[in-house]
């Protein structure tokens, strides 16, 4: 009996610990992640727009630790095989702090990639999308980002990005503002109609060459580790 009750106050002390997060503070998370992964895997605008959504929906969806790696995991890792290029997607996973951004120590979360970079240091504008999108693509059953291309070609260099990270966190946003007012770029929507089914649950098929940029259309995972 008494072994029943410590196990029980364990799991009520996790579930509190680990409670989802709040938006502004998954905001905050994914802002600060997708600018670390627009620099290191050089993405374009669209892509970068793209990563930050996927990002926010994957905090979001966090609630205990079963949430880390399981199915909001899968997704997010197969949403950005249809964003990055497949040289841009093998990066992705072979860097661990991009891979699994968020790990489990203490009934507490934490992410990696703090110690990598200073807090409040960015290398980019916040993502156009910044003020405007607020989580919820991943409550489709497809894929919203199938189908899609982005402008430029998803391997290029991006121009003038600094060797290190130069703006705070209010340049960034302000920064981001003032580019989606003066240029608010837009998809286009050239083959399928984006309903793929992401595959929930499921750990990525070793041994298969990642299918980044448009290229995966069937809704499998790329190569992968757990």
């Not at 968020?102 to 910044?130: D, E, L, M, Q």
């Not at 991006?158 to 003066?182: F, L, M, W, Y």
């Given at each position: 009996m008494?072994?029943?009750?410590?196990?029980?106050?364990?799991?009520?002390?996790?579930v509190v610990s680990a409670s989802a997060m709040s938006y502004s503070k998954a905001r905050n998370q994914a802002l600060f992640l997708t600018d670390k992964m627009g620099y290191e895997l050089n993405l374009t605008d669209d892509q970068y727009d793209a990563a930050y959504e996927i990002n926010l929906d994957y905090l979001m969806s966090i609630r205990t630790y079963a949430d880390l790696y399981g199915v909001y995991w899968d997704r997010r890792n197969f949403e950005l095989q249809f964003v990055l290029s497949a040289y841009q997607?093998?990066?992705?996973?072979?860097?661990?702090?991009?891979?699994?951004?968020?790990?489990?120590?203490?009934?507490t979360f934490h992410f990696g990639i703090y110690v990598h970079y200073s807090k409040n240091r960015y290398f980019r504008n916040a993502p156009r999308v910044y003020d405007t999108y607020k989580g919820g693509n991943r409550q489709y059953v497809y894929s919203p980002y199938a189908g899609r291309t982005y402008a430029g070609e998803p391997n290029r260099h991006?121009?003038?990005?600094p060797a290190h990270?130069?703006?705070?966190?209010?340049?960034a946003i302000k920064g981001g503002r003032q580019h989606q007012q003066n240029n608010s770029g837009t998809w286009r929507q050239t083959q399928g109609n984006g309903n793929v089914k992401p595959q929930g649950g499921?750990?990525?098929?070793g041994g298969n060459k990642p299918q980044g940029g448009n290229s995966n259309q069937n809704g499998t995972f790329g190569s992968g580790r757990r």
């Amino acid at each position: 009996m008494k072994k029943i009750i410590t196990t029980l106050l364990l799991m009520m002390t996790i579930v509190v610990s680990a409670s989802a997060m709040s938006y502004s503070k998954a905001r905050n998370q994914a802002l600060f992640l997708t600018d670390k992964m627009g620099y290191e895997l050089n993405l374009t605008d669209d892509q970068y727009d793209a990563a930050y959504e996927i990002n926010l929906d994957y905090l979001m969806s966090i609630r205990t630790y079963a949430d880390l790696y399981g199915v909001y995991w899968d997704r997010r890792n197969f949403e950005l095989q249809f964003v990055l290029s497949a040289y841009q997607y093998q990066r992705f996973i072979a860097t661990e702090y991009f891979y699994r951004p968020v790990t489990w120590n203490s009934n507490t979360f934490h992410f990696g990639i703090y110690v990598h970079y200073s807090k409040n240091r960015y290398f980019r504008n916040a993502p156009r999308v910044y003020d405007t999108y607020k989580g919820g693509n991943r409550q489709y059953v497809y894929s919203p980002y199938a189908g899609r291309t982005y402008a430029g070609e998803p391997n290029r260099h991006v121009d003038h990005q600094p060797a290190h990270p130069n703006k705070t966190k209010s340049e960034a946003i302000k920064g981001g503002r003032q580019h989606q007012q003066n240029n608010s770029g837009t998809w286009r929507q050239t083959q399928g109609n984006g309903n793929v089914k992401p595959q929930g649950g499921n750990k990525p098929q070793g041994g298969n060459k990642p299918q980044g940029g448009n290229s995966n259309q069937n809704g499998t995972f790329g190569s992968g580790r757990r």
